[in-house]
Protein backbone atom coordinates (compact mmCIF):
# COMPACT_ATOMS: atom_id res chain seq x y z
CA UNK A 1 0.00 0.00 0.00
CA UNK A 2 2.65 2.53 0.72
CA UNK A 3 4.31 1.49 -2.43
CA UNK A 4 1.11 2.47 -4.18
CA UNK A 5 1.00 5.78 -2.45
CA UNK A 6 4.85 6.48 -3.35
CA UNK A 7 3.97 5.95 -6.78
CA UNK A 8 1.35 8.28 -6.84
CA UNK A 9 3.72 10.89 -5.45
CA UNK A 10 6.22 10.26 -7.65
CA UNK A 11 3.55 11.01 -10.66
CA UNK A 12 2.23 14.10 -9.23
CA UNK A 13 5.59 15.28 -9.08
CA UNK A 14 6.21 14.33 -12.16
CA UNK A 15 3.27 15.82 -14.11
CA UNK A 16 3.55 18.96 -12.01
CA UNK A 17 7.24 19.43 -13.19
CA UNK A 18 6.35 18.40 -16.76
CA UNK A 19 3.35 21.33 -16.63
CA UNK A 20 6.13 24.12 -15.12
CA UNK A 21 8.23 23.75 -18.35
CA UNK A 22 5.76 23.49 -20.85
CA UNK A 23 4.35 26.56 -19.34
CA UNK A 24 7.66 28.48 -19.33
CA UNK A 25 8.29 26.94 -22.83
CA UNK A 26 4.82 28.72 -23.84
CA UNK A 27 5.44 31.89 -22.86
CA UNK A 28 9.14 32.10 -24.28
CA UNK A 29 7.34 30.79 -27.44
CA UNK A 30 5.08 33.05 -27.79
CA UNK A 31 6.84 36.23 -27.03
CA UNK A 32 9.18 35.67 -29.22
CA UNK A 33 6.68 34.86 -32.02
CA UNK A 34 4.27 37.63 -31.04
CA UNK A 35 6.79 39.93 -30.44
CA UNK A 36 5.70 43.48 -31.59
CA UNK A 37 7.26 45.82 -33.72
CA UNK A 38 6.08 48.75 -32.39
CA UNK A 39 7.70 47.77 -29.04
CA UNK A 40 11.10 47.40 -31.18
CA UNK A 41 10.64 51.22 -32.68
CA UNK A 42 9.44 52.25 -29.12
CA UNK A 43 12.27 51.54 -27.39
CA UNK A 44 14.72 53.10 -29.86
CA UNK A 45 13.09 56.74 -29.61
CA UNK A 46 12.68 56.40 -25.42
CA UNK A 47 16.71 55.56 -25.97
CA UNK A 48 16.87 58.80 -27.87
CA UNK A 49 15.12 61.23 -25.95
CA UNK A 50 17.31 59.76 -22.82
CA UNK A 51 19.71 63.13 -23.33
CA UNK A 52 16.18 65.10 -22.97
CA UNK A 53 15.26 63.33 -19.32
CA UNK A 54 12.06 62.52 -21.20
CA UNK A 55 10.12 59.65 -19.67
CA UNK A 56 6.53 59.75 -21.12
CA UNK A 57 6.39 59.43 -24.74
CA UNK A 58 2.81 59.01 -26.01
CA UNK A 59 1.83 59.83 -29.82
CA UNK A 60 0.10 62.66 -29.36
CA UNK A 61 -2.03 64.04 -32.28
CA UNK A 62 -4.30 67.09 -32.07
CA UNK A 63 -7.40 68.55 -33.83
CA UNK A 64 -9.51 71.31 -34.51
CA UNK A 65 -13.18 70.10 -35.65
CA UNK A 66 -15.07 72.79 -35.20
CA UNK A 67 -18.56 74.67 -37.02
CA UNK A 68 -19.34 71.32 -38.38
CA UNK A 69 -22.34 70.41 -40.10
CA UNK A 70 -23.94 67.01 -41.17
CA UNK A 71 -23.15 67.49 -45.06
CA UNK A 72 -19.81 69.62 -44.32
CA UNK A 73 -16.71 69.01 -46.10
CA UNK A 74 -15.05 68.95 -42.69
CA UNK A 75 -17.04 66.15 -41.45
CA UNK A 76 -15.67 63.62 -44.59
CA UNK A 77 -12.23 64.97 -44.08
CA UNK A 78 -11.67 64.36 -40.55
CA UNK A 79 -13.08 60.91 -40.79
CA UNK A 80 -10.53 59.74 -44.22
CA UNK A 81 -7.32 61.70 -41.95
CA UNK A 82 -8.78 59.64 -38.75
CA UNK A 83 -8.56 56.22 -40.68
CA UNK A 84 -5.92 56.95 -43.02
CA UNK A 85 -3.37 57.97 -39.60
CA UNK A 86 -4.67 54.67 -38.21
CA UNK A 87 -3.85 52.72 -41.66
CA UNK A 88 -0.67 53.23 -42.16
CA UNK A 89 0.47 53.86 -38.35
CA UNK A 90 2.77 51.24 -35.81
CA UNK A 91 1.95 52.90 -32.64
CA UNK A 92 -0.60 53.61 -30.27
CA UNK A 93 -2.08 56.99 -31.21
CA UNK A 94 -4.31 59.39 -28.60
CA UNK A 95 -5.86 62.07 -30.44
CA UNK A 96 -6.84 65.51 -28.87
CA UNK A 97 -9.74 67.14 -30.62
CA UNK A 98 -11.10 70.59 -29.70
CA UNK A 99 -14.48 70.89 -30.74
CA UNK A 100 -17.91 72.79 -29.95
CA UNK A 101 -21.23 70.93 -28.60
CA UNK A 102 -22.28 70.22 -31.68
CA UNK A 103 -19.26 68.94 -33.78
CA UNK A 104 -18.14 67.04 -30.46
CA UNK A 105 -21.43 64.64 -30.91
CA UNK A 106 -20.64 64.43 -34.66
CA UNK A 107 -16.81 63.09 -33.82
CA UNK A 108 -17.92 60.75 -31.53
CA UNK A 109 -19.93 58.67 -33.69
CA UNK A 110 -17.30 58.94 -36.10
CA UNK A 111 -14.75 57.76 -33.89
CA UNK A 112 -16.85 55.09 -32.31
CA UNK A 113 -17.65 53.83 -35.91
CA UNK A 114 -14.06 53.80 -36.50
CA UNK A 115 -12.77 52.23 -33.77
CA UNK A 116 -15.69 49.58 -34.71
CA UNK A 117 -13.44 47.95 -37.74
CA UNK A 118 -10.21 49.82 -37.16
CA UNK A 119 -7.08 47.04 -36.65
CA UNK A 120 -5.00 49.30 -34.73
CA UNK A 121 -6.23 50.75 -30.79
CA UNK A 122 -6.26 53.98 -30.21
CA UNK A 123 -7.76 56.92 -27.78
CA UNK A 124 -9.62 59.93 -28.22
CA UNK A 125 -10.15 63.42 -25.91
CA UNK A 126 -12.58 65.96 -26.04
CA UNK A 127 -11.58 69.89 -25.47
CA UNK A 128 -14.60 72.71 -25.21
CA UNK A 129 -13.27 75.46 -28.00
CA UNK A 130 -15.02 78.39 -25.59
CA UNK A 131 -12.40 77.51 -22.36
CA UNK A 132 -9.89 76.85 -24.95
CA UNK A 133 -10.28 80.06 -26.33
CA UNK A 134 -10.59 81.18 -22.92
CA UNK A 135 -7.45 79.65 -21.80
CA UNK A 136 -5.55 81.90 -24.59
CA UNK A 137 -7.41 84.61 -24.88
CA UNK A 138 -4.89 87.22 -24.52
CA UNK A 139 -2.81 85.83 -27.57
CA UNK A 140 -5.17 85.71 -29.40
CA UNK A 141 -6.03 89.94 -28.83
CA UNK A 142 -2.10 90.17 -29.38
CA UNK A 143 -2.08 88.81 -32.59
CA UNK A 144 -5.51 88.98 -34.41
CA UNK A 145 -4.79 92.66 -35.67
CA UNK A 146 -1.94 91.60 -37.48
CA UNK A 147 -2.61 88.81 -39.09
CA UNK A 148 -6.29 88.27 -40.04
CA UNK A 149 -7.01 89.89 -43.11
CA UNK A 150 -10.31 91.77 -41.39
CA UNK A 151 -11.63 91.41 -37.77
CA UNK A 152 -14.67 88.64 -37.51
CA UNK A 153 -13.01 86.98 -40.91
CA UNK A 154 -12.03 83.32 -41.04
CA UNK A 155 -8.95 83.48 -39.84
CA UNK A 156 -9.62 85.99 -37.14
CA UNK A 157 -11.12 83.08 -35.03
CA UNK A 158 -8.86 81.99 -32.09
CA UNK A 159 -9.27 79.09 -34.05
CA UNK A 160 -6.39 79.62 -35.90
CA UNK A 161 -4.05 80.46 -33.11
CA UNK A 162 -4.84 77.54 -31.11
CA UNK A 163 -1.01 76.08 -31.83
CA UNK A 164 0.70 78.64 -30.47
CA UNK A 165 -0.99 78.65 -27.06
CA UNK A 166 -1.38 74.49 -27.01
CA UNK A 167 1.11 74.24 -24.25
CA UNK A 168 -1.55 75.81 -22.05
CA UNK A 169 -4.43 73.40 -23.30
CA UNK A 170 -2.20 70.04 -23.21
CA UNK A 171 -2.36 68.49 -20.04
CA UNK A 172 1.08 69.11 -17.83
CA UNK A 173 2.20 65.83 -18.24
CA UNK A 174 2.21 65.74 -22.16
CA UNK A 175 5.91 66.58 -23.42
CA UNK A 176 5.37 66.65 -27.20
CA UNK A 177 2.37 66.86 -29.47
CA UNK A 178 1.84 66.89 -33.25
CA UNK A 179 -0.99 69.39 -34.40
CA UNK A 180 -2.33 69.03 -37.97
CA UNK A 181 -5.25 70.44 -40.50
CA UNK A 182 -7.87 67.65 -41.67
CA UNK A 183 -6.87 68.34 -45.19
CA UNK A 184 -3.92 65.71 -44.94
CA UNK A 185 -3.45 62.56 -46.32
CA UNK A 186 -0.40 59.90 -44.86
CA UNK A 187 1.92 58.28 -46.84
CA UNK A 188 4.23 56.75 -44.71
CA UNK A 189 3.92 56.10 -40.91
CA UNK A 190 2.82 58.82 -38.39
CA UNK A 191 6.01 57.71 -36.32
CA UNK A 192 8.49 59.05 -39.01
CA UNK A 193 7.04 62.38 -38.55
CA UNK A 194 7.46 61.91 -34.08
CA UNK A 195 11.27 60.64 -34.85
CA UNK A 196 11.40 64.62 -36.18
CA UNK A 197 11.65 65.39 -32.59
CA UNK A 198 15.08 63.26 -32.10
CA UNK A 199 16.50 66.47 -34.66
CA UNK A 200 15.66 69.55 -32.91
CA UNK A 201 18.08 71.94 -32.10
CA UNK A 202 18.77 72.34 -28.57
CA UNK A 203 16.40 75.62 -28.36
CA UNK A 204 13.66 74.46 -30.85
CA UNK A 205 10.42 74.60 -29.88
CA UNK A 206 8.29 73.70 -32.73
CA UNK A 207 8.94 72.02 -36.11
CA UNK A 208 7.17 72.61 -39.63
CA UNK A 209 7.94 72.68 -42.89
CA UNK A 210 7.99 75.80 -45.75
CA UNK A 211 5.65 77.33 -47.04
CA UNK A 212 6.16 76.13 -51.15
CA UNK A 213 4.13 78.72 -52.54
CA UNK A 214 5.42 82.45 -52.73
CA UNK A 215 3.00 83.93 -50.26
CA UNK A 216 5.72 85.11 -48.14
CA UNK A 217 7.53 86.99 -51.49
CA UNK A 218 4.37 88.95 -51.88
CA UNK A 219 3.68 89.70 -47.94
CA UNK A 220 7.13 91.30 -47.69
CA UNK A 221 6.82 92.85 -50.80
CA UNK A 222 7.65 96.76 -49.05
CA UNK A 223 10.36 95.05 -47.10
CA UNK A 224 12.25 93.64 -49.89
CA UNK A 225 12.51 96.78 -52.09
CA UNK A 226 13.87 98.50 -49.30
CA UNK A 227 16.18 95.78 -47.39
CA UNK A 228 18.70 93.37 -49.23
CA UNK A 229 17.35 90.17 -48.04
CA UNK A 230 16.68 86.22 -49.07
CA UNK A 231 13.43 86.30 -46.63
CA UNK A 232 10.61 85.81 -48.95
CA UNK A 233 13.10 83.76 -51.44
CA UNK A 234 12.94 80.37 -52.95
CA UNK A 235 15.16 77.96 -51.50
CA UNK A 236 18.07 77.20 -53.61
CA UNK A 237 19.49 74.18 -52.17
CA UNK A 238 18.09 70.77 -52.71
CA UNK A 239 18.16 70.31 -49.17
CA UNK A 240 16.79 72.82 -46.91
CA UNK A 241 18.12 71.04 -43.38
CA UNK A 242 21.41 73.30 -42.71
CA UNK A 243 23.49 74.56 -39.45
CA UNK A 244 22.66 77.93 -41.03
CA UNK A 245 20.14 79.81 -39.94
CA UNK A 246 18.71 80.96 -43.25
CA UNK A 247 20.41 78.44 -46.14
CA UNK A 248 19.76 79.88 -49.96
CA UNK A 249 16.91 81.53 -49.11
CA UNK A 250 13.74 81.30 -46.59
CA UNK A 251 10.27 80.84 -48.23
CA UNK A 252 8.11 80.90 -44.95
CA UNK A 253 6.29 78.43 -43.07
CA UNK A 254 3.06 76.15 -43.36
CA UNK A 255 1.33 75.31 -40.25
CA UNK A 256 -0.73 72.51 -41.27
CA UNK A 257 1.65 70.17 -39.93
CA UNK A 258 3.34 71.33 -36.74
CA UNK A 259 5.62 69.18 -34.17
CA UNK A 260 5.52 70.89 -30.51
CA UNK A 261 8.20 70.81 -27.84
CA UNK A 262 5.44 71.19 -24.99
CA UNK A 263 7.78 70.93 -22.32
CA UNK A 264 10.51 73.09 -23.90
CA UNK A 265 7.53 75.97 -24.67
CA UNK A 266 6.61 75.55 -21.09
CA UNK A 267 9.75 76.43 -19.86
CA UNK A 268 10.98 78.84 -22.25
CA UNK A 269 11.07 82.37 -21.10
CA UNK A 270 12.48 83.80 -24.52
CA UNK A 271 8.59 82.50 -26.07
CA UNK A 272 6.74 84.21 -23.35
CA UNK A 273 8.86 87.03 -24.20
CA UNK A 274 7.96 87.21 -28.19
CA UNK A 275 4.13 86.71 -27.49
CA UNK A 276 4.30 90.02 -26.13
CA UNK A 277 1.80 92.76 -27.40
CA UNK A 278 5.39 95.09 -27.29
CA UNK A 279 7.43 92.44 -29.16
CA UNK A 280 5.06 91.25 -31.86
CA UNK A 281 4.38 95.17 -32.75
CA UNK A 282 8.18 95.74 -32.97
CA UNK A 283 8.54 92.31 -35.41
CA UNK A 284 5.24 93.31 -37.05
CA UNK A 285 6.90 96.99 -37.80
CA UNK A 286 10.41 95.82 -38.45
CA UNK A 287 9.52 93.39 -41.61
CA UNK A 288 6.78 95.40 -42.66
CA UNK A 289 4.47 92.24 -42.40
CA UNK A 290 1.00 92.42 -42.27
CA UNK A 291 -0.79 88.75 -42.59
CA UNK A 292 -3.69 87.15 -42.80
CA UNK A 293 -2.91 83.25 -42.40
CA UNK A 294 -3.27 83.36 -38.38
CA UNK A 295 -0.78 81.69 -36.87
CA UNK A 296 1.68 80.17 -40.11
CA UNK A 297 1.68 84.46 -40.37
CA UNK A 298 3.70 84.68 -36.65
CA UNK A 299 5.80 80.93 -36.84
CA UNK A 300 7.01 82.98 -40.54
CA UNK A 301 8.09 86.42 -38.03
CA UNK A 302 9.65 83.72 -35.72
CA UNK A 303 11.67 82.28 -38.32
CA UNK A 304 13.08 85.70 -39.49
CA UNK A 305 13.93 87.05 -36.02
CA UNK A 306 14.45 83.98 -34.02
CA UNK A 307 15.54 80.87 -36.31
CA UNK A 308 16.83 79.25 -33.55
CA UNK A 309 12.99 78.44 -32.06
CA UNK A 310 11.84 76.62 -34.90
CA UNK A 311 13.28 73.40 -36.20
CA UNK A 312 13.13 73.23 -40.25
CA UNK A 313 11.28 70.05 -41.45
CA UNK A 314 11.62 68.46 -44.57
CA UNK A 315 9.59 69.63 -47.34
CA UNK A 316 7.89 65.77 -47.24
CA UNK A 317 6.43 65.90 -44.08
CA UNK A 318 3.89 68.69 -45.41
CA UNK A 319 3.75 68.80 -49.02
CA UNK A 320 1.51 71.18 -49.83
CA UNK A 321 -0.67 70.69 -53.08
CA UNK A 322 -2.13 74.14 -53.54
CA UNK A 323 -1.68 76.30 -56.86
CA UNK A 324 -3.76 79.46 -56.60
CA UNK A 325 -0.70 81.60 -56.73
CA UNK A 326 0.87 80.11 -59.69
CA UNK A 327 -2.39 81.91 -61.57
CA UNK A 328 -2.46 84.94 -59.56
CA UNK A 329 0.58 86.76 -60.21
CA UNK A 330 3.73 84.57 -59.43
CA UNK A 331 4.06 82.27 -62.45
CA UNK A 332 7.30 83.19 -63.55
CA UNK A 333 8.84 81.70 -59.99
CA UNK A 334 6.25 79.73 -58.82
CA UNK A 335 7.96 76.23 -59.35
CA UNK A 336 10.93 76.90 -57.97
CA UNK A 337 9.11 77.46 -54.55
CA UNK A 338 6.52 74.34 -54.91
CA UNK A 339 9.60 72.25 -55.72
CA UNK A 340 10.15 69.14 -53.32
CA UNK A 341 12.92 66.64 -54.07
CA UNK A 342 12.25 64.97 -50.45
CA UNK A 343 10.10 61.45 -49.79
CA UNK A 344 6.67 62.56 -49.34
CA UNK A 345 5.22 61.31 -45.90
CA UNK A 346 2.20 63.83 -46.09
CA UNK A 347 0.29 65.21 -48.70
CA UNK A 348 -1.94 68.88 -47.76
CA UNK A 349 -4.63 69.44 -49.87
CA UNK A 350 -4.60 73.17 -49.00
CA UNK A 351 -7.03 75.47 -50.72
CA UNK A 352 -9.34 72.87 -51.18
CA UNK A 353 -7.13 70.66 -53.68
CA UNK A 354 -8.05 67.43 -54.14
CA UNK A 355 -5.48 64.79 -53.30
CA UNK A 356 -4.96 62.04 -55.32
CA UNK A 357 -3.25 59.36 -53.17
Same mark, same amino acid.
Given at each position: ? /????????? /???????? =??????????????? #? $????????? %????? =???? /???????????????? !???????????????????????????????????????????????? @????????????????????????????? @?????????? $????????? !? %???????????????????????????????????????? =??????????????????????????????????????????? !? #?????????????????????????????????????????? @?????? #??? %?? !????? *?????????????????????????????????? @?????????? *??????
Amino acid at each position: M /NRIKLLIVI /NLITVAIV =FFFYDTFKIKHQNKK #F $SSINESINA %LYLKN =FAEE /NVTRIDYNVWLIYTKV !GVDSPLKFKFQNLIENILNVSTVFIKFHVIVDSNSRKIALAQFTNVSS @HSKNPFKWYFYDINEVSNIMLDIVEVLTP @HFSSKPGTYY $SDALFYISL !G %LYRVAPADQDIAVMLDCDLYFKDDILLLFKEFDWFKSDAL =FGLAPELTPVYRHVLHKYRLSTNTTFGSYYNSTSIISHLPHPN !G #FQGYNSGVVLLNLRRIRESKVYSKVLSKSVVDYLVQKYMFKG @HLGDQD #FYT %LL !GYEYP *NLIQTLECGFNRQLCTWWKYHGYSDVFDKYFKCK @HPIIVLHGNC *NTKILS
